[in-house]
């Protein structure tokens, strides 16, 4: 019979190996303790989001709001309380006067039946004279406060009538908007355009309307508009050739800037551009029209003031704001007065 022999494990370190385990599993376990205790004692702070500071600083602001009415409601009610005294203190003053003025004519009637006729009809008088003297010193009072805040005399300047002419010939022209005023060479710009009508003229003869440009000049551009007119057939049989001719349709100015000319202020200065213009003109033989927009009506009553003084006539031609200076053979002519 065999006998079991157990076998231990001899391997070198084996035993060192377990020390170390349970030395780093007791350090561990130590570490552990340590964080537990500090959490333990550590203070406990709670991250709070953006949005609830964002509460917390509108509902701040609210009840700071709330507090604010609720002292003007105070005060407000305060003030309402003053006035109900004082309106009680008056009620009670008014009550007392007219009781006292009932007593005082009480007894002046009385003292009035203890005298005679003519000392009654004396003391009528007496009393009649004193409330009139009365009311002429209340009368005279009002009058020197009615003449002490009189208002500041309104001078109105007066012009003779104006009577309304058809402007022929002789006429310069500006315009007036944004408050600035601006002399408008037409009549060159016109000749211009006359000018550059001839030369482009043949393109009628196969076309039926042509339009050119001519400037700029005085800082404005002429477009301008050109159609073929034929003659019609009855006038071709009698005169035995046909014909056509051009004619104006219409010209329209377009400035090259925004904002042109001088302030009508400016204008009126003895060195102006606008007081260079109307040197090279006559008065009482020239018309001076003034294109004025809405923003400048203002304006054109003191420019119309000084051509008045100055000997010009004046016309007027109103414009709608956005829309250009422009004319044709169908329009009508300068009024001018």
């Not at 702070?45 to 009840?63: F, H, K, M, N, W």
């Amino acid at each position: 019979m065999h006998r079991r022999v157990d076998k231990q494990d001899d391997t070198p370190g084996h035993d060192s190996f377990l020390d170390v385990v349970a030395n780093i599993v007791g350090i561990l376990i130590i570490l552990v303790m340590v964080v537990g205790v500090r959490v333990k004692n550590s203070p406990v702070t709670a991250a709070i989001p953006s949005a609830s500071l964002e509460i917390e600083q509108r509902l701040a602001e609210d009840v700071a709001t709330e507090r604010s009415l609720a002292r003007d409601a105070n005060r407000v009610a305060e003030e309402i309380l003053e006035l109900n005294r004082e309106a009680v203190v008056q009620s009670t003053r008014r009550d007392v006067l007219a009781g006292t003025a009932a007593v005082m004519e009480r007894e002046i009637q009385q003292r009035r039946r203890q005298l005679d006729a003519r000392q009654q009809q004396d003391f009528d008088l007496k009393r009649e004279l004193s409330e009139t003297r009365f009311e002429l010193d209340r009368m005279a009072r009002r009058r020197a406060q009615v003449q002490s805040a009189r208002a500041a005399p309104i001078r109105i300047e007066s012009y003779p009538t104006p009577k309304s002419m058809t402007v022929e010939d002789n006429e310069a022209h500006f315009q007036l908007r944004g408050g600035d005023i601006i002399h408008i060479p037409l009549q060159k710009l016109v000749a211009r355009f006359k000018a550059d009508a001839r030369r482009q003229a043949y393109k009628l003869l196969n076309l039926p309307e042509i339009a050119g440009t001519v400037g700029p000049l005085g800082g404005f551009r002429m477009r301008y508009v050109l159609r073929r007119y034929d003659v019609s057939s009855p006038t071709t049989v009698v005169t035995g050739r046909g014909a056509s001719y051009a004619r104006l349709v219409r010209w329209t100015l377009i400035p090259v800037a925004g904002e042109m000319g001088e302030p009508a202020d400016m204008a009126l200065e003895p060195d102006s551009e606008f007081r260079e213009a109307l040197a090279k003109l006559h008065p009482g033989r020239s018309t001076i029209t003034i294109w004025t927009y809405p923003d400048s009506f203002a304006a054109f009553r003191k420019i119309k003031k000084e051509l008045y003084r100055l000997g010009y006539s004046a016309a007027a031609r109103p414009l709608p704001h956005g829309v250009p200076i422009a004319g044709s053979p169908q329009g009508t002519k300068s009024a001018a007065q």
